[in-house]
C-alpha cells in the first residue's frame, strides 16, 4: 500500500481557454436541443430518478490527511440528494446508462472554490470508477456528434478512430453503458475526477453501508428506492481514496481507475436517508444548483475534465435558469 502524497500537479493545455470556450458551445447547444424536446431541464442528468434529504455525519478520530475542508472536525449537515440518468434525454429507465448519485451537504460555512464563501460542499458522483474516453476532449467531440442522436455519435466513433478504434471505442462504451447496475442502495458510486482534501489530491466515493438486499423489491430503479425509503432508512460510507503518485493514480487520465489495493482509503462519513416519501425533496433537487464546483476552496476541483465541467455546469445552469 503506497503513501498518501501531496506531489500531485495539473497540466494546463496552451489551448485550454479556447477549448472551454468550445465546451460551453456544446453543451448550450445540446441542452438547447434536448430543451426544446423535453422541456427546459439540465444538459446531461436531465431525468431525475428520486431525490431525498437526510443527515452527513463526519466521523471523529480521522487521520491528518483526511482532516480538512468538511472533514475538519465531526458534526451532522443536512444533506440533500438526487439520482439521475445520466443521459441528456428523458428515457425508460429499463434502458441502460450512467446513473447519477449527486450529494449537496448544507450548514457549513467557508472560502468557496469559485470564490467568496460557501455554506454547502457539492459532490457529484456516477456508478462508474472511469470515465468512457480517453480525454475531456475526445468527450467533447463525441457529444457535439451525438447531439442529434445516438446513431450520428457512433458514425462519428468510426470516422474519428478508424474501423479497429471505432469498434474499441464503441465497446468500451457499451461495457460501461451496459453494466449490470443493482440498484442506488447497493452500488458504489465514484466522482471518477479528483479534488483536492487540503494538500492532498483525492476521488470521493460512497459505498452502501448494510442496506438491506433487493428480494421482493421492483426491478424500477426509483421503484425500488422509493418502496425502501418508505420502509426504512439507508446509510452509505464516505470514502476519500487518496492520490500516492502519476502513473497510480493520475489526476489528468479519467479513463484510468485508481485502484483500490494500492492507494489509501478513509471512510470520513456518513449518509443517512431516514425513512421518508420522497416527493417533498423532488422540486428543492430538480432546481437546486448541484455542481462539482459548489463547494469548499479545500476540495476545489483538479484537472481538465474539471475544468471542462466548469464551463459546462455554468451554460447548462445559465440554460435553465438556475
Keep these: ?19 472551454l470556450a468550445r465546451v460551453a458551445t ?3 447547444e445540446l441542452q438547447r436541443q434536448k430543451s426544446a424536446r423535453f422541456g427546459a431541464g439540465r444538459a446531461l442528468h436531465r431525468k431525475q430518478l428520486l431525490a431525498a434529504v437526510g443527515t452527513l455525519e463526519v466521523l471523529d478520530g480521522l487521520p491528518d490527511h483526511a482532516r480538512h475542508g468538511l472533514f475538519a472536525r465531526p458534526g451532522r449537515h443536512r444533506a440533500l440528494v438526487r439520482l439521475s440518468s445520466g443521459a441528456p ?7 441502460p446508462d450512467i446513473r447519477g448519485f449527486a450529494l449537496k451537504v448544507l450548514d457549513i460555512q467557508g472560502e ?5 464563501a460557501t455554506d454547502h460542499q457539492d459532490f457529484l458522483m456516477i456508478n462508474q470508477d472511469r470515465a468512457p474516453a480517453n480525454s475531456m476532449r475526445e468527450f467533447v467531440d463525441f457529444i457535439e456528434a451525438a447531439t442529434p442522436g445516438p446513431l450520428a455519435g ?10 479497429f478504434g471505432g469498434l474499441g471505442r464503441l465497446r468500451l462504451l457499451l461495457s460501461i453503458l451496459g453494466r449490470k447496475f443493482r440498484g442506488f442502495a447497493a452500488e458504489r458510486f465514484d466522482t471518477v475526477v479528483p479534488v483536492q482534501c487540503g494538500p492532498y489530491a483525492v476521488r470521493v466515493r460512497l459505498k452502501p453501508a448494510g442496506n438491506p438486499p433487493p428480494q421482493g423489491r421492483s426491478k424500477d430503479i426509483a421503484q425500488d428506492m422509493r418502496e425502501r425509503l418508505a420502509t426504512g432508512p439507508l446509510h452509505w460510507d464516505l470514502e476519500l481514496q487518496f492520490f500516492v503518485d502519476e502513473a497510480t493514480t493520475p489526476i489528468e487520465d479519467a479513463s484510468k481507475p485508481w485502484p483500490d489495493a494500492e492507494t489509501p482509503i478513509v471512510t470520513v462519513a456518513r449518509l443517512t436517508l431516514p425513512q421518508q416519501g420522497v416527493e417533498a425533496a423532488a422540486a428543492e433537487a430538480e432546481a ?3 455542481d ?4 469548499l476552496a479545500a476540495h476545489r476541483p483538479l484537472g ?5 465541467r466548469k464551463a459546462a455546469y455554468q451554460v447548462s445552469q445559465k440554460g435553465r435558469g438556475a
Design 112 to 116: 468557496g472554490a469559485l470564490g467568496g
Design 288 to 290: 437546486a444548483k448541484f
Design 26 to 28: 456544446v453543451i448550450d
Design 292 to 295: 462539482p464546483w459548489g463547494g
Design 154 to 163: 457512433i458514425a462519428h466513433l468510426f470516422k474519428a478512430h478508424g474501423p
Design 1 to 19: 500500500m503506497k503513501q498518501p502524497s501531496t506531489q500531485w500537479q495539473e497540466r494546463i493545455a496552451p489551448d485550454e481557454a479556447a477549448f
Design 304 to 308: 481538465e475534465v474539471m475544468r471542462a
Design 89 to 95: 434525454d428523458r428515457q425508460p429507465n429499463r434502458l
